[in-house]
């Protein structure tokens, strides 16, 4: 599988790039997974109901399954998760993109928009190979400027570095 991040500050547009990118990327062909880190606790369940019961019972894991889709709840010691050990949970796909986990090393595109008065991640994240932005130039970037507003050619963009760029392999090795 191979990995493109999707890094930015909060409310820069990233699930919306991604909400935008997924279906142009099936269109090109291929298989899409996203993984999207959370920064505060989350729940999928809703007290009383029995996943939830079993949860507070103490169960490690808790997988609902239903004839339209199956959901794996795992319980965490507080320790952030590892990018890699979500990825091998996954099914294998085309393309994995995740969300979040800005300050981990695989490949990404930042989403920044000046107006929100947060710095670049770049250029102090390595890991940025280019930026997708609401703006025409960001003095002194040196990285490829995506238009934010143009889906395709923020997908095109990928598709160009998943065919030709070695950096976008996976971080599973394992499963290239």
């Given at each position: 599988m191979k990995v493109l991040g999707i890094a930015g500050w909060s409310g820069s547009g990233k699930t919306s790039l991604i909400g935008r990118l997924i279906p142009l990327l099936i269109e090109a062909g291929l298989s899409v997974s996203t993984i999207k880190h959370a920064h505060d606790g989350f729940d999928l369940d809703r007290p009383g109901k029995d996943s939830w019961q079993h949860r507070q019972a103490g169960a490690r894991e808790v997988?609902?399954?239903?004839?339209?889709?199956?959901a794996l709840l795992h319980e965490t010691s507080g320790d952030e998760p590892d990018p890699a050990a979500l990825l091998a949970r996954l099914a294998p796909v085309d393309l994995v993109l995740?969300?979040?986990?800005?300050?981990?090393?695989?490949?990404?595109?930042?989403?920044?928009?000046?107006?929100?008065?947060?710095?670049?991640?770049?250029?102090?994240?390595?890991?940025v190979r280019a930026i997708a932005t609401d703006v025409k130039s960001l003095p002194g970037c040196t990285l490829p400027l995506l238009d934010l507003n143009d889906p395709l050619a923020v997908r095109d963009?990928?598709?160009?570095?998943?065919?030709?760029?070695?950096?976008?392999?996976?971080?599973?090795?394992?499963?290239?």
């Open positions: 997988m609902l399954a239903s004839s339209h889709r199956w995740i969300e979040g986990f800005k300050r981990h090393s695989f490949p990404q595109i930042e989403v920044h928009r000046p107006s929100l008065g947060k710095p670049l991640l770049w250029p102090d994240q390595p890991a963009w990928v598709l160009q570095a998943l065919h030709t760029w070695p950096g976008c392999r996976s971080i599973n090795t394992e499963a290239d």
